[in-house]
């Protein structure tokens, strides 16, 4: 019964900003950590940002500077700001957990949202 919802893609020209939400939703023991994946056209998959139950961030490279991940524990909730987009930040946006459900530790994904940066 856990379940990601992502929300907030779209199209936008470049430069603009977006921002992405996650709701995770089901009964969740603890949450590990949260974050976002794309897949571009023709790229592998990448991670884009993930924070941790302590609070800890990480970014990739073309992020660093850009894109800010947040979240909210009380909705457990992840967002992604996106600010001054590119069109190589095309791609599709999902959403992963990492949780423990009962005794088990798992990963678990959302379906993705598609960003699409216009030149």
């Known amino acids: 019964q856990v379940q990601l919802v992502e929300s907030g893609g779209g199209l936008v020209q470049a430069g603009g900003s977006l921002i992405l939400s996650c709701a995770a939703s089901g009964i969740i023991s603890s949450i590990y950590r949260m974050g976002w994946y794309r897949r571009a056209p023709g790229k592998q998959r990448e991670l884009v940002a993930a924070?941790?139950?302590?609070?800890?961030?990480n970014y990739a490279d073309s992020a660093k500077g850009r894109f800010v991940i947040s979240g909210d524990n009380a909705k457990n909730t992840v967002y992604l700001q996106m600010n001054s987009l590119k069109p190589d930040d095309t791609a599709v946006y999902y959403c992963t957990m990492m949780a423990r459900v009962g005794v088990s530790l798992n990963d678990y994904w959302g379906q993705g949202t598609q960003v699409t940066v216009s030149s």
């Open positions: 924070i941790f139950n302590g609070g800890s961030i």
